[in-house]
């Protein structure tokens, strides 16, 4: 949720360490097949990826700490 309202350093590398550990947990599980069934890996790796493109059309998408601080300067440039 961070990512998704903060564009900055800190942000990015909390993003970051959160999707090493989905991936981890995904790759635990691709090497311990006999936890989940093919069709629920699938499932998951089908849902890991969607995930992923979500999140970089939403890191496009944020607003920086400069673009804020240029909102409050020139309020104008709000759209209604």
Same mark, same amino acid.
């Given at each position: 949720? #961070? ?13 970051? &360490?959160?999707? %090493? ?13 006999? #936890? ?26 944020? &607003? ?7 909102? #409050?300067?020139?309020?104008?440039? &709000? #759209? %209604?």
């Amino acid at each position: 949720m #961070l990512m998704a309202v903060l564009k900055g350093e800190l942000a990015s590398s909390q993003s970051i &360490v959160l999707i %090493r550990a989905f991936k981890s947990m995904k790759d635990y599980l691709s090497d311990n097949k006999m #936890l989940i069934s093919s069709d629920e890996f699938y499932n998951l790796a089908a849902i890991t990826a969607q995930n992923t493109s979500d999140i970089a059309k939403i890191k496009e998408e944020m &607003v920086t700490k400069s673009d804020l601080e240029e909102l #409050l300067k020139n309020p104008s440039l &709000v #759209l %209604r």
